[in-house]
């Protein structure tokens, strides 16, 4: 268990929905990001937040939206949603806000499905 | 979080023998390489990582090797175990400091 949590585990919906993900970090650290791995684009990351604040973004669609809240959980908000976006979507999370690899602990991901 | 499913590449190796996971990354000014490991329904977990300055890591049974030449990075398994199964990612942190992980491989061990 990595401590990273992420709600829901597998979610349904239709294209055009929006839905949001969530994600609680290991406890005291201040940094999330997200990533999305799909069936052919690997894992991609999206989004870093630390304490708050939008530190680093990566590919993330602009229909995508993302926030870290001060008790440090952090939720991704899918809009529009299309059939491409049916991915995993990992959360993970460091201590600080420098990306050392090492120091990442992902979740289990969260599975959405649009059809 | 299983990535069952995905179109990876292939490793199928008999227990007990040594595997070779490879990687190119693309980046040249990339100063950090990690492996990471992805079990059926589990987030990816860090096996090993290595630094630009060095071209050779060992770790429990795992040995990480880094060629800056060719961008080439490759995981060595000793002994692969069938708890070894796994989809197999390496990533390079870049000098924007984002993490960019590789496709990965599914490394496949048989009795």
């Known amino acids: 268990d990595s401590g990273v949590t992420q709600t829901p585990k597998h979610l349904i919906t239709a294209t055009g929905q929006r839905v949001t993900l969530r994600c609680s970090p290991r406890?005291?650290?201040?940094?999330v990001y997200w990533y999305q791995q799909s069936l052919d684009q690997g894992l991609q990351f999206l989004i870093q937040?630390?304490?708050?604040?939008?530190?680093a973004k990566g590919n993330i669609l602009e229909r995508f939206s993302a926030q870290q809240f001060p008790d440090l959980h952090s939720e991704l908000n899918l809009s529009s949603l299309e059939l491409g976006d049916s991915a995993l979507y990992f959360c993970?999370?460091?201590?600080?806000?420098?990306?050392?690899?090492?120091?990442?602990?992902f979740g289990e991901g969260s599975r959405l499905t649009v059809l | 979080g299983e990535s069952v499913g995905l179109h990876l590449p292939t490793l199928s190796v008999q227990e007990g023998d040594n595997s070779i996971i490879n990687c190119a990354y693309s980046?040249?000014?990339?100063?950090?390489f990690i492996w990471y490991k992805q079990e059926s329904g589990k987030g990816p977990q860090f096996i090993i990582d290595?630094?630009?300055?060095?071209d050779k890591r060992q770790g429990q049974r795992v040995t990480v090797l880094l060629n800056k030449t060719v961008k080439h990075l490759s995981l060595q398994i000793a002994a692969t175990q069938p708890g070894d199964s796994a989809v197999y990612f390496c990533?390079?942190?870049?000098?924007?400091?984002?993490?960019?992980f590789g496709t990965g491989t599914r490394l496949q061990v048989f009795p």
């Open positions: 993970a999370s460091s201590v600080d806000g420098a990306l050392r690899g090492g120091e990442l602990f």
């Open positions: 406890s005291g650290d201040l940094s």
């Open positions: 937040y630390y304490n708050g604040e939008e530190r």
């Open positions: 980046n040249s000014a990339s100063d950090y």
């Open positions: 290595i630094r630009s300055n060095m």
């Open positions: 990533a390079e942190n870049n000098p924007t400091d984002k993490l960019i």
